[in-house]
């Protein structure tokens, strides 16, 4: 008896998974302790985008550079520090 397993296709989708967390990793480090709205959405646990404007009015610090909006990591811990009961 004789199995082949063909290793190609999950070689390549490895391949691809790889290359996706790399690609994601690398765009986290892009701004260095700072993350863009998208990401920071994502940081608080996949928040809506209105969800995130309110947090902005209660007191989460963010900078605006030529329209690019970063959050500061510790900027955001300190934030959720401040707010918990």
Same mark, same amino acid.
């Given at each position: 008896? =004789? *199995?082949?397993?063909?290793?190609?296709?999950?070689?390549?989708?490895? =391949? /691809?998974?790889?290359? /996706?967390?790399?690609?994601?990793? %690398? !765009?986290?480090?892009?701004?260095?302790?700072?993350?863009? $709205? /998208? &990401?920071?959405?994502?940081?608080?646990?996949? +928040? /809506? $985008?209105?969800?995130?404007?309110?947090?902005? =009015? &209660?007191?989460?610090?963010?900078? %605006? *550079?030529?329209?690019?909006?970063?959050? =500061?990591?510790?900027? +955001?811990?300190?934030?959720?520090? !401040?707010?918990?009961?």
């Amino acid at each position: 008896m =004789k *199995i082949e397993v063909n290793t190609g296709r999950v070689f390549e989708e490895f =391949k /691809s998974e790889l290359r /996706s967390e790399i690609k994601l990793i %690398t !765009e986290m480090n892009r701004f260095g302790d700072y993350l863009t $709205t /998208s &990401q920071t959405k994502e940081y608080l646990g996949d +928040i /809506s $985008t209105n969800t995130l404007a309110k947090l902005r =009015k &209660q007191g989460l610090k963010r900078v %605006t *550079i030529d329209g690019l909006c970063l959050y =500061k990591k510790a900027d +955001i811990v300190e934030f959720l520090d !401040e707010h918990k009961y």
